[in-house]
């Protein structure tokens, strides 16, 4: 008979069942989107237990049908408006604080990914040894189409996990990948049924199952790859890239125009100069740049535009 017991915070619940704990968001009608209070609690579970010696192995998941929406769009609005951008920066540094505490875990820490991941949640994902998706999974980092860029370490973690073309593709367009597609593109570990989807999780955790990925020989993403790396975000936003006529990447570049201008040359940058420094000099490169991203025009619009639930594009202006 398994031994079970549960420790509830107000918005995190962590269960464990012998040696395998698992931590979920537990924000279900706000399909656990990320706020600084879920920060703090998450990081506190973290802590409690890695240092509980019982404890072998992690699951990270959320409950409900959603793994991780993202960060609440909310927050950041309202500190835009009345101009306190520290509180944007300490939430941000409280993201990279949790994403490091995953990543350094000396114990495995498996993703179980159930439903939608967009923004923070890839973020998170990235972070854990190890991606299990339910086929009903999705993934995306949505944030240039908001006028920002990922900044719990999407810029970094992603091109180190798929390489900086694929990261561009995923970052520039802002495209939602299905599991499958997510798993072609290299994002994803393990696709295994709903039924099967702890199960397989726990065995992970308990077996220290990291990831298994292996470079992409997929030809279309290959040739994604390639074009993104090749060109430049202005280019591919003005649609003057040069695809070789093939309707495929000129396809793939057109969602790229309908992003904020200001926060795909700073991906760009974050992404490329990222790429030459070590992953911890990458991430503190992300955090520099907060204020910079935040004080635009075009995050106030392309949030606001979000938080309204406009429908279209936003009108970005490039300032």
């Excluded at 009608?29 to 600084?36: D, F, K, M, S, W």
């Excluded at 769009?73 to 520290?86: T, V, Y």
């Excluded at 003005?238 to 057109?254: C, Q």
Aim: proline share 4%.
């Amino acid at each position: 008979m398994a031994f079970m017991t549960q420790t509830s915070y107000s918005l995190v619940r962590v269960e464990r069942t012998d040696t395998v704990a698992t931590i979920s968001i537990h924000r279900p009608e706000q399909l656990n989107g990320v706020n600084p209070a879920v920060l703090h609690q998450l990081q506190q579970a973290f802590e409690e237990v890695i240092a509980e010696p019982g404890i072998h192995g992690i699951i990270f998941g959320g409950e409900g049908k959603a793994f991780v929406v993202g960060a609440d769009l909310g927050f950041f609005l309202r500190n835009i408006r009345s101009g306190n951008l520290a509180r944007i920066v300490r939430f941000t540094e409280a993201g990279h604080r949790l994403m490091n505490t995953i990543d350094a875990c000396p114990k495995p820490v498996i993703a179980c990914v159930r439903g939608v991941a967009l923004g923070a949640g890839v973020e998170f994902a990235l972070a854990c040894d190890r991606i299990v998706a339910s086929p009903r999974a999705s993934f995306g980092l949505p944030e240039t189409g908001l006028g920002i860029y990922p900044g719990f370490g999407g810029t970094q973690r992603t091109p180190r996990r798929i390489g900086v073309g694929l990261a561009k593709w995923l970052i520039f367009t802002g495209k939602t990948l299905s599991a499958t597609e997510a798993r072609r593109a290299g994002l994803v570990d393990q696709i295994v049924s709903d039924e099967l989807l702890e199960s397989t999780a726990r065995s992970a955790a308990l077996n220290n199952i990291a990831s298994d990925q292996t470079e992409c020989e997929s030809p279309d993403l290959i040739a994604l790859e390639r074009f993104f790396a090749s060109h430049r975000a202005d280019e591919l936003r003005a649609g003057t890239a040069d695809t070789g006529n093939d309707r495929a990447l000129a396809r793939a570049m057109k969602p790229v125009a309908a992003k904020g201008p200001i926060a795909l040359r700073l991906a760009e940058r974050l992404i490329e100069d990222g790429s030459r420094q070590t992953l911890a000099q990458g991430l503190q490169m992300e955090i520099d740049r907060v204020v910079e991203i935040f004080s635009t025009e075009d995050a106030r619009r392309g949030l606001s535009f979000r938080a309204n639930r406009q429908v279209g594009h936003p009108d970005f202006v490039g300032r």
